[in-house]
């Protein structure tokens, strides 16, 4: 299974990301905690990266891509993408990773919360880039660059109503993916 999981800050991705992994037995891939382990262990990308993440902004495509792409050799098969791709570009790079690894995507899964929530899931969480300044900026850079992913995936994403209860949720998304590979497989 080749999956990215698409969603605004604070959606819950991670969480869910991570009991998917488990569920369907693939590695859960997400962005943030590769940077996040760069900067504890004082790499120089992890240092690079700090700036970006302590504004809310999104790391340079390149620097991000040449790390999926490590991580995507590193360990061929599936994954669970959480993070990543974040804009078009991030995008038709990972096609172009994949097509190289002769594979594609097998789904898309948007995660769908109203902006309240978010905020209040944000500041709950108390990340040390979950300031309100930060979070109101990284909110905006959501809208502005990956929001337009969803139109770059058109049909292919499966939107999931992601309130609820961490079971809830990742019942929901198990069983759009299990009907969506139905259809998948009726058609052909
Ligand atoms: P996350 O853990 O997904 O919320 O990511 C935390 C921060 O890491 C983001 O605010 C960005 O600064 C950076 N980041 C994570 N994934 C990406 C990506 N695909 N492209 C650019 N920056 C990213």
Do not use: C, W
């Amino acid at each position: 299974m080749r999956l990215v999981i698409i969603g605004p800050p604070g959606a819950g991705k991670g969480t869910q990301a991570e009991r998917l992994a488990e569920q369907l037995d693939v590695p859960h891939i997400s962005t943030g905690d590769l940077f996040r382990s760069n900067l504890r262990d004082r790499t120089a990308l992890g240092l690079q990266a700090k700036q970006y993440m302590d504004a809310g902004e999104l790391v340079p495509g390149d620097l991000t891509v040449a790390m999926v792409h490590r991580r995507l050799v590193e360990e061929p098969g599936g994954f669970i993408l959480d993070g990543f791709p974040r804009t078009p570009d991030q995008a038709r790079a990972l096609e172009s990773m994949l097509a190289e690894m002769g594979s594609k995507l097998d789904a898309v899964v948007g995660f769908v919360v109203p902006e309240a929530v978010l905020v209040q899931r944000m500041l709950e969480r108390g990340r040390t880039d979950d300031t309100e300044e930060v979070i109101r900026r990284r909110l905006e850079v959501y809208r502005q660059e990956t929001e337009p992913l969803l139109r770059f995936y058109g049909d292919q994403v499966i939107s999931i109503d992601a309130v609820g209860t961490v079971e809830e949720i990742t019942h929901r998304v198990l069983d759009a993916l299990r009907s969506s590979s139905r259809r998948t497989t009726d058609v052909r």
